[in-house]
């Protein structure tokens, strides 16, 4: 860890081609100059870092020897002023409730209400621009499964994020 104690993000991880699928999108879509990561699938967007090492072993009980959890993109999220692929897993929503639990009480609003998993493909684009790609993703969007190979936490310092552990499914 480098400079000072910072939130910490939880996301799962994709397989190669799901990621490389959805990073192109990304890519595609988002405003080049606001795209500094690559596409993820968020569980905690700001943990205290007086959290950083239960999260760790959390993480690593939730995919030591255990089955990777089944997840499907199930369609599309207006954001509003972006665009998302919402992701459906059961799993997930299992995994994310027994954190929820644990840090209960140390959990930012956002954190502690309702689930929303998704993958955002833009962001930050007007409306009518936003409108125009939901209708364009719409016409050709079929179901499809995703590869979730882990669970991963992450420092945010305010730019890139900085990888805190990365735990992978068997």
């Known amino acids: 860890m480098s400079g000072a ?7 799962a991880l ?9 990073d192109s999108l990304r890519r595609t879509h988002f405003p080049p100059e606001r795209n500094q990561l690559d596409a993820h699938l968020t569980l905690f967007h700001n943990l205290p870092p007086s959290v950083a090492e239960e999260l760790k072993h959390r993480l690593a009980q939730e995919t030591r020897g255990v089955r990777a959890p089944r997840a499907t993109v199930g369609g599309l999220m207006s954001l509003g002023r972006g665009v998302a692929y919402r992701i459906d897993s059961p799993d997930l929503v299992v995994i994310r409730e027994g954190l929820v639990q644990a840090f209960a009480g ?6 502690a209400g309702r689930w929303r998993p998704h ?15 939901m209708a364009a993703l719409s016409r050709d969007f079929q179901p499809r499964s995703v590869e979730i190979t882990g669970l991963a936490s992450w420092w945010y ?3 890139p994020w900085e ?5 992978m499914y068997a």
């Open 157 to 159: 310092r305010g730019g």
């Open 119 to 133: 993958v955002t493909v833009q962001n930050k684009v007007t409306p009518v621009l936003a409108k125009a790609l």
């Open 14 to 22: 994709f397989g190669k081609a799901d990621q490389a699928w959805f």
């Open 163 to 167: 990888l805190h552990s990365r735990n």
């Open 5 to 11: 104690p910072a939130p910490l993000i939880v996301t």
């Open 106 to 111: 140390l959990l930012t609003l956002q954190d």
